[in-house]
């Protein structure tokens, strides 16, 4: 069983930042597609931002773009997720979720944008941003 892993949330000042973390065991860690999801109290899991195999394309919510900032370190079996001038709306207990990225040895280029497409999930880290 894939295991996935996040850590770095905490109570923050609106504008100030935050780095997430993210592993996922298991398997080797370029065989997965990242993407980091978030869900506030009453709200439907919202999709943050996404991650291919190798780290070369990335995708960010419209919401977040210009502040967050996903990578991945492959070497350190480890996704980022970097957030700068946070708000109070950011408050969200955020997700890590993996999908293997690959079929018969082919990689896909790109990451899936939906909570469905993603198979293993971490247990999630709280973000609270105080006005």
């Known amino acids: 069983q894939v295991q996935v892993a996040e850590s770095g949330g905490g109570l923050v000042q609106a504008g100030g930042s935050l780095r997430l973390s993210c592993t996922a065991t298991?398997?080797?860690?370029?065989?997965?597609?990242m993407g980091w999801f978030r869900q506030a109290p009453g709200k439907e899991r919202e999709w943050v931002s996404c991650i291919n195999w190798s780290g070369d394309s990335t995708f960010h919510a419209d919401s977040v773009k210009g502040r967050f900032t996903i990578s991945r370190d492959n070497t350190k079996n480890t996704l980022y997720l970097r957030m700068n001038s946070l708000e109070p709306e950011d408050t969200a207990v955020y997700y890590c979720a993996a999908e293997r990225a690959y079929l018969g040895g082919a990689y896909f280029y790109t990451c899936p944008f939906t909570p469905t497409e993603y198979t293993y999930w971490g247990q999630g880290t709280q973000v609270t941003v105080s006005s």
């Open positions: 298991g398997s080797p860690f370029d065989d997965f597609a």
